[in-house]
């Protein structure tokens, strides 16, 4: 049983800031790939940003130059940093990780921009 809690969500005005933690527990097995993936009312969930176990990033076009992600292989954490956001970020975040063991996602948690 592998459990990822996120935090960090919440209201913010556009130009502002936000972080995002993922903490993974439980039967954690050579964590590979941690991202981050968002789910808009009425749209299909999206990749965010990944990183993988040597640190290397993906990001999608649309938070390139705004959005950092970072993981803690020691703590098992992958962190979202946001800044620069914009009302078309909101949505409800998912923390994502691949292991061995297989996909295993968060609860989620909302991050709303307004204008």
């Known amino acids: 049983q592998v459990q990822l809690v996120e935090s960090g969500g919440g209201l913010v005005q556009a130009g502002g800031s936000l972080r995002l933690s993922c903490a993974a527990s439980g039967s954690i097995v050579s964590l590979n790939v941690m991202g981050w993936y968002r789910q808009a009312p009425g749209k299909q969930r999206e990749l965010v940003a990944r990183i993988g176990s040597g640190g290397i990033t993906i990001y999608a076009d649309s938070v390139k130059g705004r959005f950092t992600i970072s993981r803690d292989n020691a703590k098992n954490t992958v962190n979202l940093q946001m800044n620069s956001l914009e009302p078309e970020d909101t949505a409800v975040y998912y923390c994502?990780?691949?292991?061995?063991?297989?996909?295993?996602w968060g609860q989620g948690t909302q991050v709303t921009v307004s204008s």
């Open positions: 994502n990780v691949w292991m061995v063991t297989g996909n295993y």
